[in-house]
T-cell receptor, first 117, second 113 residues
Framework: GAVVSQHPSWVICKSGTSVKIECRSL??????MFWYRQFPKQSLMLMAT?????????EQGVEKDKFLINHASLTLSTLTVTSAHPEDSSFYIC?????????????FGPGTRLTVL | SQKIEQNSEALNIQEGKTATLTCNYT??????LQWYRQDPGRGPVFLLL?????KEKRKERLKVTFDTTLKQSLFHITASQPADSATYLC????????????FGSGTQVVVTP
């Protein structure tokens, strides 16, 4: 199956700093990747759709200047949380869309736990 | 957007029994519906996809049904094992953008020996 990796798996940072999270498709090319955020005991909330070679599409209520997304190649998308604050502490998960003969599947990365002090 | 409802209470079940989870949606009927498994601190893992014209889909000990009239999908784990303990999420495609998914909040399953 398709494998998606994320780095780092966890990060602790001070308030006001920026944090970059990488999402890589290891054995396939992904023109579209998605970034989600998940708070404890809650569902995955889609933050943005990352398209290779073009600007990301953000969901309503997500600040594009705070959550910078770059999808510079077919195997790498990055999410940068700028000027992070404690309320940005969450579990960030990326996924890559794969077209199958019977529909569309998303393969998820293992997630990145961000803690902002 | 869709409102997707999954039982928020954990389902505690004895090993060997069948676990049944429910996913209800309130708005438009999607072309397909997916089920994922999520372990603590991990990303979701795709399990099954069922299309609107399919009543039932099976994969090993897993069975999914899809009733577009009731706007409901049922997810069954037969002969459950402790290793099946996890949170199970249903996901529906977004109508406004191909490939986007909307997730339910998930139901935790705990299988005890």
């Amino acid at each position: 199956g398709a494998v998606v990796s994320q780095h780092p798996s966890w990060v602790i940072c001070k308030s006001g700093t920026s944090v970059k999270i990488e999402c890589r498709s290891l054995d396939f090319q992904a023109t579209t990747m998605f970034w989600y955020r998940q708070f404890p005991k809650q569902s995955l909330m889609l933050m943005a759709t990352s398209n290779e070679g073009s600007k990301a599409t953000y969901e309503q209520g997500v600040e594009k200047d705070k959550f910078l997304i770059n999808h510079a190649s077919l195997t790498l998308s990055t999410l940068t949380v700028t000027s992070a604050h404690p309320e940005d502490s969450s579990f960030y998960i990326c996924s890559a869309r794969v077209n199958r003969g019977n529909g569309v599947e998303q393969f998820f990365g293992p997630g990145t736990r961000l803690t902002v002090l | 957007s869709q409102k997707i409802e999954q039982n928020s209470e954990a389902l505690n079940i004895q090993e060997g029994k069948t676990a049944t989870l429910t996913c209800n949606y309130t708005n438009y009927s999607p072309a397909y519906l997916q089920w994922y498994r999520q372990d603590p601190g991990r990303g979701p893992v795709f399990l099954l996809l069922i299309r609107e014209n399919e009543k039932e889909k099976r994969k090993e000990r897993l069975k999914v049904t899809f009733d577009t009239t009731l706007k409901q999908s049922l997810f069954h784990i037969t002969a459950s094992q402790p290793a099946d303990s996890a949170t199970y999420l249903c996901a529906l495609p977004s109508r406004d953008s191909w490939g986007k998914l909307q997730f339910g909040s998930g139901t935790q399953v705990v299988v005890t020996p």
